[in-house]
């Protein structure tokens, strides 16, 4: 995660012009000696770049990476606030979730920490009025998409950092603070995902576990979550998140009725990923009804009654 000394050369650096680390160092009050440590960093993740000046020395500036046009971007909509000095680690993690009004304790859940964690995070912003209280729940104020567009890309940026030396062929397909769910081009980067303790096989590949097997035109996908199995639910939904067109739709719907998994927790799950109508179409699908809006690509009957005697599942 960008660090809060990272935060502030970038709000230092941000419109293109080149500094030293003594003149970073008095500009962001950080010490000279922990700004090396940052500046290497920033060079390793490729958002800033070096050059040498007179007496050969070191000037660095920023490049045009994701993550520095998202902070032009806050800068140019809300420049009258100070973001280097209100967005910690902690801060932008719980921002994350601050796109739609959502309780203290489901943010607390969803990233592992206490409530009081999240209140500590929030605190800054609280401060400068920029949170919408909506009854228990806490969301951004409305103006704010330039700040959610800088998290997201600080959190995408976390990500690609984390599969950059073991798996660069993988393409984030959905992630959050916590957790990404990708896809990977290679042979090579599926060996070595597979070999790595902190990332799990999902989607399609994961069925084999259930007793379901279907043939992978390709890599199979991963996901990461470090200290959390994954669930039967979590995989429903991230064959979904990577295709849910009908032939992916039927083959959840296939686990579902094999597990029988609980619709209530099913859909729960589904909400965190954006798919709660497509969960909900299917359950009612399971029910019977498969004359559902055309929306939801969901197979027809004898297809499903088909597919269910051809794998076994009652």
């Not at 400068?128 to 700040?147: H, I, N, T, V, W």
């Not at 798996?167 to 769910?181: F, H, T």
Request: hydrophobic letters at 40%; proline letters at 6%.
């Amino acid at each position: 995660m960008l660090s809060s000394a990272g935060l502030a050369v970038l709000g230092v650096l941000h419109n293109g012009g080149a500094a030293t680390p003594a003149e970073l160092a008095v500009a962001t009050e950080h010490s000279q000696k922990h700004l090396y440590e940052v500046l290497d960093t920033l060079m390793s993740a490729g958002i800033l770049t070096e050059s040498r000046g007179n007496k050969n020395q070191r000037r660095v500036q920023v490049t045009e990476h994701p993550v520095v046009e998202a902070y032009r971007a806050l800068q140019a909509n809300l420049g009258h606030v100070d973001w280097a000095a209100l967005l910690s680690p902690a801060t932008i993690r719980v921002c994350w979730y601050l796109d739609e009004p959502r309780r203290v304790t489901e943010i607390a859940s969803r990233l592992d920490i206490t409530r009081q964690g999240v209140y500590n995070a929030l605190n800054p912003l609280k401060g400068r009025a920029l949170l919408s209280p909506s009854g228990p729940k806490y969301a951004l104020s409305a103006e704010l998409d330039p700040l959610l567009g800088f998290v997201r890309a600080v959190v995408r940026h976390d990500h690609h950092q984390r599969l950059q030396d073991c798996a660069p062929s993988a393409l984030i397909e959905w992630c959050d603070p916590k957790r990404a769910l990708v896809s990977v081009q290679t042979p090579d980067d599926t060996d070595a995902l597979q070999s790595a303790p902190e990332w799990q096989l999902t989607g399609l590949a994961r069925f084999q576990e259930y007793g379901l097997q279907f043939y992978l035109g390709g890599e199979p996908a991963f996901w990461y979550g470090p200290d959390a199995e994954l669930t039967p639910a979590q995989v429903v939904c991230y064959t979904l998140i990577r295709d849910h067109g009908s032939r992916h739709v039927s083959y959840a719907m296939l686990l579902c009725a094999h597990l029988d998994l609980d619709r209530e927790t099913m859909v729960d799950t589904a909400r965190w990923y954006n798919l709660e109508p497509v969960v909900t179409a299917m359950y009612r699908a399971l029910d019977g009804d498969f004359d559902i809006s055309a929306d939801i690509p969901l197979p027809s009957k004898r297809e499903f009654v088909a597919l269910k005697e051809q794998y076994g599942v009652a």
